[in-house]
T-cell receptor, first 109, second 116 residues
Framework: KNEVEQSPQNLTAQEGEFITINCSYS?????LHWLQQHPGGGIVSLFM???GKKKHGRLIATINIQEKHSSLHITASHPRDSAVYIC???????????FGTGTSLTVIP | KAGVTQTPRYLIKTRGQQVTLSCSPI?????VSWYQQTPGQGLQFLFE???????NKGNFPGRFSGRQFSNSRSEMNVSTLELGDSALYLC???????????????FGPGTRLLVL
C-alpha cells in the first residue's frame, strides 16, 4: 500500500509548456514536501507546504488538505527543468516520512 | 555556508562485509536523517538523529544502524551486506527536524554503494 501516489510517472513537454504534476496521499499530514532530483542524484527541496499555495519563480505548489492532494506547476518550462520530481509527506502521527515514486520530466527544446 | 557533505561518494563492497558512511550537516543543523534510494523501491526513510539520539526509525532490519556525534556529524553502518543493499544513500540535515518534519531538509550528494 502506497501512502503517497504521484502522477504522471513520466512526462515529456515542449519548452514553454505549462506542466502539472499531481500528488495524492492517504494519511493525515503535518507537511508536504516537493523535491527535485537531477541526474547524478542530488536532491533539492523545492517547497514545504502545510496549507494553501507557495510560489518560487516559475514554480507553484498548492495543497488541498481536505482532499489530500497537492500539485506542482511549472510555468514556461525549460530544458533545465528536466529532472525527477518527488512528493513526500510528513505524517502527523508516527515516525515515518513517506515518498512518492517520482515523476520523471523531460523538457524538449 | 557549506552544504551537507557525504563521504565517501562511491563505494564497492562484497557480500557479507560491513560499511560505514559519513554525513556532515550544515553548520548549526542538529537533525540528520538518512535515506536509501533504489530503482525498485524509490526513496525510503532509514532513521533520524537529533542531539546524538535516534529519534525516528523507518522499516529497515537491524543490520542498518547509525549514530550521531556531539558536533552533529552522523554515520550510518550496514553490517553483513547483501546484494539488495546496493543503493544511493542520502543524508539530509535541518535545524531541529523532528517527527513531523515541518522544516526544509537540505540533502547531501549521496554515497553510491555497490555490493558485489
Amino acid at each position: 500500500k502506497n501512502e503517497v501516489e504521484q502522477s504522471p510517472q513520466n512526462l515529456t513537454a515542449q519548452e514553454g509548456e505549462f506542466i502539472t504534476i499531481n500528488c495524492s496521499y492517504s494519511v493525515g499530514i503535518s507537511a508536504l514536501h516537493w523535491l527535485q532530483q537531477h541526474p547524478g542524484g542530488g536532491i533539492v527541496s523545492l517547497f514545504m507546504l502545510s496549507s494553501g499555495k507557495k510560489k518560487h519563480g516559475r514554480l507553484i505548489a498548492t495543497i488541498n488538505i481536505q482532499e489530500k492532494h497537492s500539485s506542482l506547476h511549472i510555468t514556461a518550462s525549460h530544458p533545465r527543468d528536466s529532472a525527477v520530481y518527488i512528493c513526500a509527506v510528513s505524517p502527523n502521527t508516527g515516525n515515518q516520512f513517506y515518498f512518492g515514486t517520482g515523476t520523471s520530466l523531460t523538457v524538449i527544446p | 555556508k557549506a552544504g551537507v557533505t557525504q563521504t565517501p561518494r562511491y563505494l564497492i563492497k562484497t557480500r557479507g562485509q560491513q560499511v560505514t558512511l559519513s554525513c556532515s550537516p550544515i553548520s548549526g543543523h542538529r537533525s540528520v536523517s538518512w535515506y536509501q534510494q533504489t530503482p525498485g523501491q524509490g526513496l525510503q526513510f532509514l532513521f533520524e538523529y537529533f542531539s546524538e539520539t535516534q529519534r525516528n526509525k523507518g522499516n529497515f532490519p537491524g543490520r542498518f544502524s547509525g549514530r550521531q556525534f556531539s558536533n552533529s556529524r552522523s554515520e550510518m553502518n550496514v553490517s553483513t551486506l547483501e546484494l539488495g543493499d546496493s543503493a544511493l544513500y542520502l543524508c539530509a540535515s535541518s535545524l531541529r527536524g523532528g517527527p513531523t518534519y515541518q522544516e526544509t531538509q537540505y540533502f547531501g550528494p549521496g554515497t553510491r554503494l555497490l555490493v558485489l
